[in-house]
């Protein structure tokens, strides 16, 4: 099999993958790889974009053909399946029966276990919270035991350490989780441009509880009175209409090209053109659920655009009350540079507290932007980190491949509980740099 | 809706046309030797949609338990429209040059016992005058070669009985298909190095083989290049192929 890579191809550390067909030969792989190469680490479709996923012994446990449902109950919106089911596969079978996915981050190719192991949130944060609140038990497991089933009242500790846990507290090898019901498949949903930052806060805090999604685009490369400009979007799951499952044809970009095609030229030109696509009035429509989460899912392989030398996505989250100041900086910040993003986004999360102790989100407002990797990033990150830091925000693990070790330890203090509960045998190249 | 019988249910190939035909709500009967792979698989297509998912653990090799899987199955499913033999294994060449028993062995699980289940099968459908038989052969079985040419033999066995039983089955209006897969990555694979150009998905072959007996074809490479990899190894002269190692 190929050697694998994490979503951002940085840092370019190929795995290789060992295979686990069925879950009952879960504990003999895990035994087995570190038999011979001493550790490993879950990898699942390989969605996390940075080191998060890399195993620091570079052989991991390949767990996307453990991709079998077990139970359905249609009555109560419940499925259970084997982790490396992708959040797609889930909803093939869950739409025509009425149910979605109650939280469901921006690739609908992240797989069960990869949810859980960065706890991911979506459009609805700021009402429904993180995947891990929609969670309902998950089986467990570590080197020396049988299976562990965990819940929030069986084996709690080992629940809520898993939760966002970064795959370190042992093997998930199937999940429970509870559905929401929808009506139909389509999504309605609402584009308001707006000028600035200012207008952006305004917005969300008068429409984000109104409607079970809320996003916003923000023109990273707009400086001086264009500055903070963007669209806000909301959106809600259509009362009347089909239940249909999305599937449109997938493009693929055939080759990785040698170098990014995501440059200064093509990142303005794209930013320009995607302002000038929303009219300047607030614009309804109704559409498939597929192009309102997963836009970028249409192109498989997307990440190939960045060329061999991949990219690197920044995605903080600013607590409330410092939000529009902080993040009105790291927009200059990051205009100034010269550098930026096809899509900036912004989003509002909420206040609901995830059952995982490594949980992302805290209420705020979270930034999340993709960069070519290149040398010139290194002290643009470096400053972005000092305006996080000041305002006491923290950086996204799943999307990381720089922070510092002393950034993770003062934002995430929970980590040495998530130390103490690894399974030994599990270690991944970001934990290793965060925590050493 | 369709009644169908898959032998070697829990194998990648069977197991991924069986969630095509999962999701088209048609009724299943898995045979494979593992009763827990059986159930994983079973529990998977129920949630998928099939109509009705009926498991029997059986060992394809075990010829005498034969007739009363088929009884099984026909208890379930009254009738059967697609039968799709799956099972077999990989040898390692080396043992069965040095091994008899060994190269029996395989001949039975990847030859004889397809045959035997072929036979029985076919006067099953014999008799409804109507269905599918499809056997998963494989493109070794085109051509013996150094590398493999037990496993080769073996396939080309069920080929060349399928080739025949086909115009007798034509006749009272049942389908014969010869699948010959290429390389696919599968368990039966793994720990092989193989030309990544070359290697195809479980998935992409299983669309072929549901649409190769949809249209009622005689014989299919999977995916169709490995036709034209074949036909070019086929017409290699014996004086040069004797000379090759591959």
């Known amino acids: ?436 | 809706m369709k009644r169908i019988l898959i032998v070697g249910a829990s194998s990648a190939i069977a197991m991924a046309c069986a969630r095509i035909w999962a999701n088209q709500g048609d009724e299943l009967f898995l045979v494979a030797r593992d009763v827990e792979k059986l159930d994983q698989t079973a529990e998977d297509l129920r949630a998928r949609g099939a109509k009705a998912v009926t498991s029997h653990c059986m060992d394809a090799t075990d010829i005498a338990a034969h007739a009363l899987m088929l009884e099984k199955a026909l208890t379930a499913m009254r009738q059967i429209d697609i039968v799709l033999i799956a099972h077999g294994s990989l040898p390692c060449q080396k043992d069965c040059e040095q091994n008899v028993e060994v190269a029996l062995r395989e001949i039975a699980n990847n030859g004889t016992s397809v045959i035997a289940l072929l036979t029985l099968l076919a006067n099953q459908l014999e008799e409804q005058r109507c269905g599918s038989l499809a056997a998963i052969s494989s493109v070794a079985g085109d051509r013996g070669r150094p590398s493999n040419y037990v496993y080769g033999a073996a396939k080309a066995a069920v080929s060349t009985f399928c080739e025949g039983l086909r115009p007798r089955m034509y006749k009272v209006g049942v389908h014969v298909l010869d699948i010959k897969p290429g390389l696919v990555a599968t368990p039966m694979t793994q720990g092989l190095t193989l030309p990544k150009a070359l290697v195809s998905t479980p998935e992409k072959v299983a669309k072929l083989i549901v649409r190769g007996i949809e249209n009622k074809r005689a014989t299919i490479y999977t995916p169709g290049f490995w036709g034209i990899i074949m036909l070019i190894i086929r017409s290699i002269p014996q004086t040069l192929f004797k000379r090759l190692n591959f």
């Not at chain 1, 440059?263 to 614009?283: C, E, G, I, Q, T």
Request: aromatic share 10%.
């Open chain 1, 1 to 436: 099999m190929d050697p694998l890579l994490s979503w951002g191809r940085y840092p370019r550390v190929p795995q290789i993958a060992h295979a686990c067909r069925w879950r009952g030969q879960a504990l003999d792989s895990l035994q087995d790889i570190v038999h011979f190469h001493g550790s490993t680490l879950p990898f699942g479709n390989g969605r996390s974009y940075g080191d998060s996923c890399l195993a620091s012994s570079n052989q991991v446990l390949d767990l996307r053909l453990l991709d079998r449902i077990i139970h359905v109950d249609w009555q109560h919106g419940r499925v259970v399946a084997e982790a490396g089911t992708t959040l797609g596969e889930i909803l093939s079978i869950s739409i025509p029966n009425g149910w979605f996915l109650s939280v469901t981050p921006g690739t609908q190719f992240a797989t069960i276990g990869g949810a859980i192991a960065n706890d991911v949130h979506g459009k609805n944060h700021h009402l429904r919270g993180t995947f891990g609140n929609h969670l309902l038990r998950f089986g467990l497991q570590r080197h020396d035991q049988p299976m562990l089933c965990c819940s929030r009242t069986e084996n709690a500790d080992y629940f809520a350490a898993t939760i966002g846990g970064l795959g370190l507290t042992g093997v998930v090898t199937w999940a429970e989780i509870q559905l929401m019901p929808i009506q139909a498949s389509g999504i309605d949903s609402t584009a308001t441009r707006f000028g600035n930052l200012a207008e952006f806060f305004t917005l969300s805090a008068e429409h984000d509880h109104k409607h079970e999604y809320s996003v916003a685009w923000v023109d990273c490369l707009a400086t001086a009175r264009q500055a903070g400009r963007g669209v806000f979007i909301v959106g809600d799951h259509t009362k009347y209409g089909p239940l249909e499952v999305d599937r449109r044809t997938k493009l693929r970009v055939p080759a990785t090209p040698p170098f990014s095609l995501v440059n200064n030229w093509s990142l303005r030109a794209f930013n320009v053109a995607y302002w000038h696509k929303h009219s300047d009035r607030p614009r309804n429509q109704i559409g498939s659920y597929d192009s309102f989460f997963y836009p970028l899912d249409r192109f498989v392989n997307w990440n190939r655009v960045y060329g061999r030398k991949g990219f690197q996505q920044y995605q903080c989250v600013i607590p409330s009350g410092v939000a529009e100041v902080a993040i009105q900086e790291l927009l200059a910040r990051i205009a100034a540079s010269g550098q930026g993003s096809f899509l900036a986004v912004l989003k509002r999360c909420g206040n609901s507290a995830s059952p995982g102790l490594l949980s992302f989100p805290l209420p705020g407002v979270s930034l999340a932007l993709d960069f070519p990797q290149k040398h010139a990033l290194h002290p643009l990150f470096e400053r972005l980190d000092d305006i996080v830091r000041e305002a006491g925000g923290r950086l996204y693990p799943a999307k990381d491949a720089h922070m510092s070790g002393s950034d993770f330890r003062r934002a995430y203090p929970a980590w040495e509980r998530i130390e103490a509960l690894r399974d030994p045998i599990l270690m991944s190249r970001f934990w290793k740099r965060v925590t050493t």
